[in-house]
């Protein structure tokens, strides 16, 4: 289980509503076709969290690659004012941080930091319970 976190391009907060239902959207269609799971998933209007179960097969790039990609098509395709704010760019940043979530502490620590770390942040996804793959 890893926890992401993607910066938008410019940290600029393009991640209102709507936006950010559309990244829920698409992260829950990637599930269907990835053998990815989002634990959950949440914003904090320049940013999103990322709590998620893969396969062993995946590396952290791998999964920042499939999420990053098709989130960013899909959020450009469904909203097109968020392209035209961020000047016909890229949505995310070309960074991101990742950690294993036994490395520091359990699922429930994690969720506390990232609910501490940022003006407002939203919940938009909780799976409740995990799956085998």
């Known amino acids: 289980m890893y926890h ?3 910066p938008a391009k410019y ?8 936006v950010d239902e559309q990244v829920k959207r698409v992260c829950l269609e990637i599930e269907k076709r990835y053998e990815i799971q989002f634990v959950e998933i949440g914003t904090d209007k320049d940013h999103v969290h990322f ?3 893969s396969v062993p097969m995946y590396s952290v790039t791998k999964l920042v690659t499939i999420i990053k990609s098709i989130t960013a098509r899909e959020i450009f395709r469904k909203c097109p004012e968020v392209k035209e704010q961020l000047w016909g760019g890229e949505f995310w940043s070309d960074g991101y941080f990742g950690s294993t979530v036994g490395k520091h502490g359990n699922e429930d620590t994690i969720t506390n930091y990232v609910k501490k ?4 942040y939203e919940k938009l996804h909780r799976a409740e319970q995990l799956r085998m793959f």
Request: glycine share 12%; net charge positive.
């Open 117 to 120: 770390q940022g003006q407002v």
């Open 51 to 53: 709590l998620v179960q």
């Open 4 to 6: 992401l976190v993607f």
């Open 11 to 18: 940290r600029r907060a393009v991640i209102e509503k709507g």
